[in-house]
């Protein structure tokens, strides 16, 4: 479909018309004399390296800085540097405490925040905190260390990730730095803020959450508040699925030359781990490598191997795991998600995306046409895993569709990075005040948030008192650690998630999104 490659203008055109498939990586850009693009294949797979210790330098500096100011200790009790982790750790310190003070045995004979249950929730990062405070380390950094270390490697295989796809070191810092930053038009409520009240003051302490702001219709939150930070179990998760997901693109790209069936079983059984880590991640890595599959099918017999290993060791883990989970129905049919007005959507669909994504889907549209992403499996994938999240509600709680919106954002991210960069190496001023707009746009309301985070002094939320946690020390030496108690069930009871006890009846809003029936308990109590 490329018309001077047909008319032979030139040897480099008819380059051009075999690199335009998005399914390559993009590689350098130039401009043949003929004005087609060309991409410079000679230098993809090279010179990633430098691209990396940049996106740690400045990525993973970031979560090592952010990470100690998420929880700890003063004197009067113990704290969380943010509202998301105030929220969600009280259920992940509960889940932590079962590794940590409950006999082996008994480790999943009882869900610690509703005793008269089976515990079936992926627990793999919750269980490496409480082994570690099982082996002797302190609370506090049970939880920390472990996630600077996830952060690490969401940030270094989040890079490759992009690098190996986009061909390019700077495309995919500047990939990871629009995933890290997601953010609608938030920014332009700051800006109005700041008018009204000029003062340096809101540049150092921004008054409110730009990316969360329901009033205005606002509520695709950025990414490192609403899901890197509270969410323990999409931390690990999507780290373990971008691996799998470079082994399997890797290989494929290889025709799979001289990759065994051993390791192709062998990645499957990493791929059903994420059965243990994070269940949405395992549902976006079905659909990808179903559709990795489906734009292979000639190796297809090398495709059922990594399939029947994850699936096998898969249904092991549920056998074992999840035999006594909820069968609530979580999937119902709820068009535009947010924006539907029986969940309190206002205004139509578009301004609903307008405001929640500004002009990043406006991009990532423009690039799937131009570059012809609709033809690149992990995109197309991308693409209608966003669709279904505004076609279904995947959890009782509507909200709860971002842990996969969350994965389709990261491949959109890809068609975005591809545009900007495009733009900026046309090398005319015209095109790069363009990309350098467009980018601040996208990433303004996100990097609004970033920077809030480290302000921990004024947003720090204390989640129990030094009284309490010496009460709850009082209570695990008087208590045998499978002793039901009956005690509110307000969120921050400290029963569960510091002595390391069982509740009858916990905090009735974490089992409602469990899809728990917890009615004949309520009454009983």
């Known amino acids: 479909g490329c018309p001077s490659a047909v008319s032979g203008k030139s040897e480099q055109a008819l380059k051009c018309c075999t690199l335009s498939d998005a399914s390559q990586p993009t590689g350098t850009e130039t401009q043949d004399p003929g004005g087609q693009t060309v991409i410079d294949r000679s230098r993809q797979g090279t010179g990633f390296a430098p691209g990396l210790v940049f996106v740690l330098a400045t990525w993973g500096l970031y979560f090592c800085v952010l990470w100690p100011r998420m929880l700890f200790e003063r004197s009067d009790g113990l704290y969380a540097g943010w509202r998301t982790v105030w929220a969600d750790w009280a259920v992940h310190l509960s889940y932590a405490n079962v590794f940590a003070y409950w006999p082996i045995g008994d480790w999943f004979s009882s869900n610690p925040v509703f ?3 089976g515990f079936a929730y992926p627990f793999l990062a919750d269980a490496v905190s409480g082994l570690l405070m099982r082996a002797g ?27 190996l796809l986009l061909g390019s070191s700077r495309a995919a810092v500047l990939a990871s730095t629009l995933f890290f930053t997601n953010g609608g038009a938030g920014f332009l409520q ?9 003062s340096l003051r809101l540049l150092r302490l921004p008054p409110r959450e730009y990316t969360y702001l329901p009033e205005h219709g ?19 998760g999507v780290p373990l699925a971008l691996l799998v997901l470079i082994g399997v693109w890797r290989w494929r790209q290889r025709n799979f030359e001289n990759v065994s069936n051993a390791r192709l079983a062998g990645l499957g059984v990493l791929a059903s781990l994420l059965v243990i880590t994070h269940a949405h991640s395992y549902l976006a890595l079905v659909l990808f490598c179903g559709m990795l599959f489906l734009f292979d099918l000639s190796h297809y017999r090398r495709w059922l191997v990594f399939a029947a290993a ?15 989970a909820s069968t609530a129905r979580f999937i119902r049919w709820q068009p535009g998600w947010l924006a539907n007005p029986t969940h309190g959507g206002h205004g139509p669909l578009w301004l609903f995306l307008w405001l ?17 992403y609709y033809r690149d499996p992990l995109v197309l994938g991308g693409i209608l895993l966003f669709v279904a999240c505004f076609l279904f509600r995947f959890q009782p709680h509507a909200w709860d569709n971002t842990k996969l919106l969350t994965w389709a954002h990261l491949l959109l991210c890809i068609p975005v990075a591809r545009y900007l960069q495009h733009l900026w190496s046309k090398r005319r001023v015209v095109s790069r005040c363009l990309a350098a707009a467009l980018f601040l746009f996208t990433t303004a309301s996100g990097f609004l948030e970033v ?21 709850a020390e009082a209570f695990r030496s008087v208590s045998d650690p499978l002793s039901r108690v009956l005690s509110s069930d307000h969120h921050h009871n400290w029963v569960t998630p510091l002595s390391g006890r069982p509740v009858l009846l916990g905090y009735r809003g974490w089992l409602a999104s469990y899809g728990i029936d917890y009615s004949t308990v309520e009454r009983d109590v």
Do not use: C, H, K
């Not at 509520?219 to 323990?232: A, D, G, K, M």
């Open 310 to 324: 994850a699936a096998l060791s898969s249904l092991v883990l549920l056998a074992l795991f999840y035999y006594q």
């Open 451 to 471: 920077w809030r985070l480290t302000r921990t002094p004024e947003i720090a939320v204390r989640m129990w008192s030094s009284q309490e946690i010496a009460l």
């Open 137 to 163: 380390m302190g609370l506090v950094s049970a939880f920390v260390l472990p996630s600077i270390a996830a952060s690490l490697a969401l940030v270094s295989l989040l890079f490759l990730f992009y690098a």
């Open 190 to 198: 700051f800006a109005a803020d700041l008018a009204r009240e000029p």
């Open 115 to 117: 005793a008269t249950a």
């Open 356 to 372: 929640n994504w500004g002009v990043f889907l406006p991009i990532a549209a423009v690039s799937i046409i131009r570059f012809r």
């Open 218 to 236: 606002i509520q695709w939150i950025n990414v490192i508040s609403s899901e890197i930070l509270p969410q323990r179990a999409l931390l690990l």
